[in-house]
């Protein structure tokens, strides 16, 4: 592979897998890889095809998403998918994705727990050829003027804690274990330091992978056949969205955490994305 055609991040994590791995080791890992749509704050040089915040694009008579009892949703950003280029996820071609969440600013004391709370948030795909006209949010929430984001494609890598490395190595290999979680690799990575929203590819979590929000925590699962289950509803489920801490971001709350969504491959397939699941977890 010509590492000097591709994007520098992506060639900085195949030089560390080459330079800390055992050769064998670095191939098999390099090969997990996956091309992700990764996006930045737009500027002058590229054509903006997502934003952050601004309001929607939505069909007349559709109301405007709400956790009812708590308040309307704010969106967090939307994505024009005509304009992006393909990464690994199987995403339509054309129309309109928003992400909308509830992000506690018209919460009067604390803020209601998320977990498991379908309300909570949305994703709406709007098909091309929908009649649509711009949607001003509710008038609790405080209006954010469009962020524009541009896109590229470039590839993301698995966590130390990610359950891929257990499905596609032999981990309980002292060589293979040794050289895959030791601590200079992962520091070399630095996965945290170069985070950006992203459509598909691999999350980064701060804590324990955000996967295990949804289908439970690893360490929980010992009674007979219950990790093998646990590994199989885990390979069920793909990075839909991730929304790192964005201090450019004049949203409400968005430096404070991390914000995930994952949906089953059968759901995605199906463009079933209310089915979509959601996880935040603090930075």
């Not at 949906?263 to 935040?280: G, N, S, T, V």
């Amino acid at each position: 592979m010509d590492l000097g055609t591709l994007p520098e991040e992506s060639a900085r994590l195949i030089r560390t897998a080459h330079e800390y791995l055992p050769p064998d080791l670095a191939e098999q890992w390099t090969g997990l890889l996956r091309p992700t749509l990764k996006f930045r704050h737009g500027d002058d040089a590229d054509p903006a095809v997502a934003h952050r915040g601004g309001e929607p694009l939505m069909p007349p008579d559709m109301p405007w998403p709400t956790w009812d009892g708590e308040g309307p949703l704010s969106l967090i950003a939307g994505f024009d998918l005509g304009a992006l280029p393909r990464g690994n996820l199987n995403l339509p071609d054309s129309g309109l994705l928003y992400f909308f969440l509830f992000d506690g600013q018209v919460c009067e004391s604390t803020m209601p727990s998320l977990d498991g709370v379908p309300q909570a948030h949305r994703v709406l795909h709007i098909p091309a050829g929908t009649t649509v006209r711009r949607r001003t949010p509710p008038h609790v929430l405080r209006p954010v003027s469009a962020e524009p984001l541009t896109v590229s494609v470039e590839f993301t890598a698995p966590s130390q804690a990610s359950h891929v490395l257990e499905d596609q190595f032999d981990t309980t290999d002292a060589r293979v274990s040794e050289a895959l979680y030791d601590g200079d690799f992962h520091d070399a990575l630095d996965l945290w330091e170069h985070l950006d929203h992203q459509l598909g590819g691999y999350p980064f979590s701060p804590q324990n992978p955000s996967l295990w929000d949804i289908v439970g925590d690893e360490s929980l699962q010992t009674g007979p056949g219950q990790l093998e289950a646990w590994q199989a509803e885990c390979r069920q489920w793909l990075t839909l969205a991730q929304f790192p801490p964005d201090y450019r971001s004049a949203l409400w709350c968005s430096d404070t955490g991390y914000r995930y969504w994952y949906i089953r491959r059968e759901d995605l397939d199906a463009r079933r994305f209310d089915r979509a699941a959601f996880a935040w977890q603090d930075t």
